[in-house]
């Protein structure tokens, strides 16, 4: 009986663990490539989601408005799935791979976590459309893929612009989820942007996690200790780059009362909040990943899709400022020369801090 | 014992039989319930896989079967290793890191990378069965707490060997394995160019290691020993304490193998793409495998294919993946109770065929006093 029991303690333990730590999983990819060229018809778009998937309000419901545009104004169909967390190489491979051989020739992947499986099946498969969000590097590189990045440094600067028009007590703060290049770019916008308007300022940085702990991007309570810190210590503004984790600062400008803002990212994030943090939100900085990805569809579609890096930079809409709430229309005079310095480029913005 | 007893036999796949027959029971149900198309996903889950993915999926199956076997060596001791997950990162870290530096050539540097290994793995399990031996912590607390700083401690010292990265790139890892230390496998099933990892051989080394210690030594002797009463254990003189301390330095080293399939056949670096999670799938495994080498291999099997079908699943039905879940998950639990039930139905067959030979003998000399 006692034995039955510790197996059915060690059974529930090992449950409990599967699902904290979202399961292992892992496979690998079909090797025969059976890259059916062209469907006659309409084009068949597949998505292959970062962690998350769609209805992340974040990063990956970006990507999906691309495809929704695409599907309505190109008339494409697709077929959508998500990675796990922690997942194998070969599993994501696999994915793309069974999105091939299913029919979907144009492929998207979301996220730099798919960087080397898409240089892999692109390669067995030429016939085939790819393009990957946010990696440029020679991982997935191929004379079939479009490398899509974000110049997020020159949103991050007008915003940081912004916030140091904007302080009162002159110090601002910066949350970053995972201390990646990626988030880096974010920061070192964002430290140019309000240097440039107030030298003086006061700006605290903080990461909430190292890689490979990538759950600085997907916790709230982490994000609400790193912005509470920094808004105790006197900043009354705190621009995040911590997807979900975002959630988390907003409830800390929320807590310290009046007067005390954040800065929302990726998404207007005034429009997709928790109602009851919106008001909160000074602005957000707008990564336009529909842009890219729709593009990406329709330069296939057109016949002009063109392999290699591409930037979608301030000047192309891909990154930008939004205004929803009306509280920075006050300086919008201020910020209207910055943009177009950026755009004319005489402002080159840092990508590292 | 020796001889073959097909009843036994019986009885011991009946109890697996059961439990996938229950999961995919409670799981065609829920689809049912969710008004998924129950039909689609089992044609979808059972539909033969390519060569290319049978590799990836022998693949698998060759690491979670280093996971299960570290499990199953603490298990037939009574010790729960929930830890296999933070020793095989913590021992892929080390070993990436320093086979990474080249000190060695070709050959030996695989060698020295295996060793590295093995010995991470066995430190940081050392840690819990220090403190159970001479603190008397549950290792099932400290190894699940070792678990969280074994994160931790990795991303710390991998920002500070992390390698050049390539520009454009958002991973961070190790300096990438020379080409000499690589071991590709090879390639195994007609029709893929996918190789099968060379640590394959590896994995039947320490599979039949495993069983031949445990059942034909002393060692293995006094460790099963101990697993079923600690006190007749010590009655008969065997030292706990030791015991302890042995097989859970025994379950580090070959937690330690884990990740070595990937770093040397896969991956070439530890870095942020490394696959994580594999120490829990392998206590699931352990359980359905019974314990037992050959049972465990054809567990990880079925788990990796069960994993394997999981990424196409969506694809191909517009079913969520988390179905698959949700099977393994209702596999490991029924697989628990299944075994109790078929061990209890086992005994009472038992029992009862003693209580008929007893029943006979106690009639014989009564029919052959008759005659007298």
New interface residues.
């Given amino acids: 009986m006692r ?2 029991l ?3 303690v ?2 529930t ?3 409990l ?3 904290a ?12 490539g059976t890259g059916t060229g062209k469907g006659g018809g309409a084009l068949k778009v ?1 998505m292959a989601y970062d962690v998350g998937g769609r209805g992340d309000q974040s990063f990956n419901d970006s990507a999906a408005k691309g495809l929704d545009k695409a599907k309505s104004e190109l008339g494409v169909s697709a ?1 959508e ?2 990675a ?8 994501r491979e ?2 793309l791979q ?2 091939v051989d ?1 029919g979907y020739t144009t492929i998207v992947a979301i996220g ?2 798919y ?2 499986s898409v240089g892999k099946v692109a390669k067995a498969n030429p016939d085939v459309k790819f393009a990957i969000i ?6 997935s590189k191929g004379d079939n893929v479009e ?1 899509i ?1 974000f110049a997020e440094q020159e949103g991050s600067y007008l915003v940081g612009a912004a916030a140091a028009l904007k302080t009162k007590t002159n110090h601002i703060g910066f949350v970053g989820g995972v ?4 988030i880096k770019k974010f920061e070192a916008g964002y430290l140019a942007g309000a240097k440039k308007v107030k030298p003086s300022i006061k700006i605290d940085s903080t990461y909430l ?6 759950s600085g991007f997907a916790d709230p309570a982490k994000g609400k200790t790193a912005a509470d810190g920094q808004f105790q210590a006197g900043a009354d503004i705190v621009y995040h780059a911590a997807g979900g984790s975002g959630a988390g600062v907003f409830n800390a400008a929320k807590a310290a009362g009046a007067n005390h803002w954040a800065i929302g990212v990726d998404s207007d994030q005034a429009l997709t909040a928790d109602p009851s943090v919106r008001s909160l939100i000074l602005t957000s900085m707008v990564k336009n990943v529909n842009v890219g990805v729709y593009d990406f569809i329709k330069s296939v579609k057109d016949g002009s899709f063109k392999a290699g ?1 591409r930037e979608f930079a301030l000047k192309d809409g891909g990154v930008g400022v939004a205004t929803t709430g009306g509280h920075i229309d006050d300086i919008k005079t201020k910020l209207d020369p910055l943009r177009e310095q950026i755009i004319s480029g005489s402002i080159k913005v840092p990508t590292t801090p | 014992m020796s001889r073959f007893e097909p009843r036994r036999f019986l009885l011991g796949l009946a109890a697996p039989v059961l439990a996938l027959l229950v999961a995919v029971l409670v799981t065609s149900l829920i689809l049912v319930i969710t008004g998924d198309p129950v039909a689609d996903v089992w044609s979808q889950m059972l539909k033969a896989p390519k060569p290319g993915q049978a590799t990836d999926m022998i693949n698998n199956a060759v690491v979670l079967y280093f996971s299960a076997i570290a499990v199953a060596i603490g298990f037939r001791m009574n010790l729960f290793n929930i830890g296999v997950d933070g020793q095989y990162r913590v021992a892929a870290f080390a070993a990436a890191a320093v086979g990474g530096q080249a000190l060695l050539p070709g050959p030996l540097n695989i060698v020295l990378i295996l060793l590295v290994a093995m010995a991470t793995g066995a430190l940081w399990a050392g840690i819990a069965a220090w403190l159970k031996v001479t603190r008397g912590v549950s290792e099932v607390i400290s190894t699940i707490m070792l678990n969280s700083i074994a994160t931790g401690v990795v991303a710390w010292l991998l920002a500070k060997v992390a390698a050049e990265q390539s520009a454009g790139s958002n991973d961070i890892g190790t300096k990438r394995l020379p080409d000499s230390s690589h071991l590709d496998g090879f390639v195994l099933l007609a029709g893929t160019q996918k190789k099968v990892y060379g640590l394959i051989v590896l994995a039947v080394v320490v599979g039949f290691l495993y069983w031949f210690v445990i059942n034909r030594t002393r060692f293995g002797y006094d460790l099963r020993a101990t697993g079923r009463s600690e006190s007749a254990a010590v009655a008969s003189g065997v030292n706990v304490k030791r015991m302890v301390l042995s097989s859970m330095l025994l379950s580090g080293a070959v937690a330690g193998m884990v990740g070595l399939p990937l770093l040397l056949g896969e991956n070439y670096n530890y870095g942020t793409d490394f696959q994580a999670g594999l120490g829990f799938s392998g206590i699931a495994i352990a359980l359905i495998g019974r314990n037992n080498a050959i049972g465990i291999a054809l567990g990880a099997l079925l788990w990796s294919y069960l994993d394997k079908q999981a990424v196409t699943l969506p694809i191909a039905t517009d079913v969520d993946d988390s179905i698959v879940k949700i099977i393994q998950g209702v596999m490991v639990l029924a697989v628990v109770i299944a075994y109790e039930v078929v061990r209890r139905l086992g005994k009472r067959i038992e029992q009862q065929q003693v209580t008929r030979e007893l029943a006979a003998q106690d009639r014989q000399p009564v029919a052959e006093g008759a005659s007298a």
Avoid: H, I
């Avoid at chain 1, 730590?21 to 025969?32: A, F, K, Q, R």
């Avoid at chain 1, 796990?84 to 599993?91: D, F, K, L």
């Fill in positions: 034995r039955a510790t197996m059915t060690v059974a333990t090992l449950t663990g599967l699902a730590c979202g399961s292992d999983s892992d496979t690998g990819s079909g090797g025969s597949g077929k799935s998500e796990n967390t922690g997942e194998a190489e070969s599993a696999q994915r069974s999105l299913s730099f976590a960087a080397k946010d990696d440029a590097s020679d991982d490398q990045t201390q990646t290049p990626l996690t190292q890689l490979p702990d990538v890096k």
